[in-house]
């Protein structure tokens, strides 16, 4: 039986850095974020978010993704509708994928908001990555072109590390890359012997 963990963090935390390294370890795993941008280009999503947010969201049919950041970033009910469109196909698009994993030991499922859309119940572990949130700010302004303004917007919009580590069964600190990867090795060991003991 395949066993799913739940991988999340923070903006800037370094879980898809944390996620990769997993895949090395030769772990499948499913970005949540980077399928969310696939489905969010079909047309059935496309109309759901003109329908919403309006069309001048748009830009020859192109979701201008920095506009609405801007709307639901700042509006806690804007980014509940938001989610409310796209979390469900994302789910369905895990589900297939999942089915496609069925030979694997473990899978790895990456979020930013696993517990703020309540999904985390639906595995069977969770890690968070966490990171010093200046840290986590410096990593994002050097990754995307956004201010400091925005990065902090998104970072109250989510759970905060102590929250996250109050629910997660393992914790992956993030400020060296190095100590980290140990740690990846550690938590797998463990659930390695977990699983020959089940």
């Known amino acids: 039986m395949t066993k799913t963990i739940g991988l999340t963090g923070g903006i800037g935390s370094g879980k898809t850095t944390i996620a990769h390294y997993f895949q090395s370890k030769g772990i499948p795993i499913y970005i949540a974020d980077d399928e969310a941008r696939i489905i969010m280009q079909s047309e059935a999503i496309i109309e759901a978010i003109k329908n919403s947010f309006g069309k001048d969201l748009f830009e020859n049919n192109v979701l201008n993704r920095q506009k609405l950041a801007e709307i639901v970033f700042n509006d806690a009910d804007q980014l509940k509708r938001l989610n409310g469109i796209v979390h469900p196909a994302v789910k369905n698009h895990f589900k297939e994928w999942l089915q496609t994993k069925s030979h694997c030991q473990f899978i790895i499922y990456e979020s930013a908001v696993l517990f703020e859309n309540d999904s985390y ?3 069977d572990y969770i890690i968070a990555v966490t990171a010093p949130l200046e840290e986590r700010i410096q990593r994002v302004i050097a990754r995307d072109a956004t201010t400091r303004e925005q990065i902090q917007q998104r ?10 580590v109050s629910k997660s069964d393992y914790v992956i600190e993030n400020s060296n890359l190095e100590t980290a990867k140990r740690k990846v090795d550690e938590i ?4 390695e012997i977990k699983q020959k003991e089940s």
Do not use: G, M, P
């Not at 797998?188 to 659930?191: V, W």
């Open 121 to 123: 119940k639906n595995f």
């Open 155 to 164: 970072i109250v919009a989510q759970w905060t590390d102590e929250q996250r």
């Open 188 to 191: 797998l060991k463990i659930l």
